[in-house]
């Protein structure tokens, strides 16, 4: 049974503005071959992504275990720059330098040469997004992109969202400053979010739903982990998905989730996690098994805090 105490209409003056983003970094990949390099080693189509325009991407083990993901960003023909968390920028980009061989490409920490916003609210439309706009589409004017980003849904509310990248010095985009843990649960409520440190390795990317929100391509070539997560579409073997739920406790990404169904055993993960802005509870991304979902979902331990599942704000794609 839903719980979860219903979106208030107040809250939307919280909900718009501007919000630093020290979580995440971008990563720089820059030369002739920079888009076919990265095209190899990723979940997405990143050859034929033009110039100015953005896309979701996961980057795999051999045994299609995600490692990082992305917001990809083709600044320039020779340039693309990718955007994921903070704490899995060193691995992540030693592990795709020792990839580069021959390629003419440079692989750099471009951390400090970008700044990165979250807009949310009106400030997303204020920022060139423009109503209607698809996720993932960019808005590009002197030298800042604007990537709109899956919005934030609650009942019949949808928030905009929007990432803001520019070169350092350039200024802020407008809006009030918002908290983090506002843009935090505001991802939690779209649904998508980029890997994290303690989430290294425990998922293919359609435990994250991302074929289901642009970040996954079946047609293009290989890419490590690609039979892997092609295997898991095309032969209905999609066991675990994530799933928005509702707590009255805090939670933290990597957390074991149970089911009573199997004490033993825990049957889901927490992904990320975030407080209500109106301070009734906690609204959290959980990976968990179709099976435990039906079951009950418990924090902890099978003894734990419930967890209130509540709907997705997108369509899962069918098994193929």
Same mark, same amino acid.
């Given at each position: 049974?839903?719980?979860r ?5 107040t ?20 030369g002739?071959? /920079? ?15 033009p ?12 045994? $299609? ?19 994921? %968390?903070?704490?899995?920028? /060193?691995?992540?980009? @030693? ?8 390629? @003419?490409? @440079?692989m750099?920490d ?12 009106? %400030? ?18 002197e ?11 609650l ?10 990248? /520019? ?5 802020? +985009? ?5 908290a983090?843990?506002?843009?935090l649960?505001?991802e ?32 293009k070539?290989?890419? +490590?982990?690609?039979e892997v997560v ?5 032969? $209905? ?40 802005p109106? $301070? ?11 099976? %435990?979902?039906?079951? $009950?979902?418990?924090v ?6 419930v ?14």
């Open positions: 049974m839903n719980t105490p219903e979106f208030s209409p809250m939307n003056t919280v909900l718009n503005g501007s919000s630093p983003l020290p979580h995440l970094g971008v990563i720089q990949a820059q002739e071959d /920079a888009a076919n390099f990265l095209h190899n080693q990723l979940s997405n189509d990143v050859l034929l992504l110039v100015g325009q953005a896309r979701l991407a996961a980057f795999c083990s051999a045994k $299609g275990r995600m490692q990082a993901s992305f917001i990809v960003i083709k600044t320039a023909p020779d340039t693309v720059l990718l955007v994921l %968390s903070l704490d899995l920028l /060193a691995q992540t980009l @030693k592990r795709l330098s020792m990839f580069v061989l021959r390629a @003419k490409v @440079k750099s471009a951390t400090g040469q970008w700044q990165l916003r979250g807009l949310l609210g009106d %400030s997303a439309w204020s920022s060139a997004v423009q109503v209607g706009m698809a996720p993932w589409q960019t808005v590009v004017a030298g800042a992109h604007t990537v709109a980003l899956h919005p934030a849904v009942g019949e509310a949808r928030i905009p969202r929007a990432l803001w990248i /520019a070169p350092m010095g350039q200024p802020l +985009p407008s809006g009030s400053e918002l983090v843990d506002v843009w649960w505001g939690v409520m779209s649904g998508v979010t980029l890997l994290s440190q303690p989430l290294f390795e425990a998922f293919v990317p359609q435990m994250l739903n991302y074929e289901s929100v642009g970040g996954v391509n079946f047609k070539g290989c890419y +490590p982990g690609q092609a295997r898991s579409q095309f032969r $209905g073997t999609l066991k675990r998905r994530t799933a928005l739920v509702h707590s009255p406790v805090a939670l933290v990404a990597g957390q074991d989730v149970f089911t009573s169904a199997d004490p033993e055993q825990p049957c889901a993960t927490v992904v990320l996690s975030a407080a209500r109106d $301070g009734q509870g906690f609204d959290a991304l959980v990976s968990g098994t179709l099976e %435990s979902q039906a079951s $009950g979902w418990r902890g331990s099978a003894q734990g805090q967890l209130d599942l509540l709907p997705l704000p997108y369509a899962l794609l069918e098994d193929i």
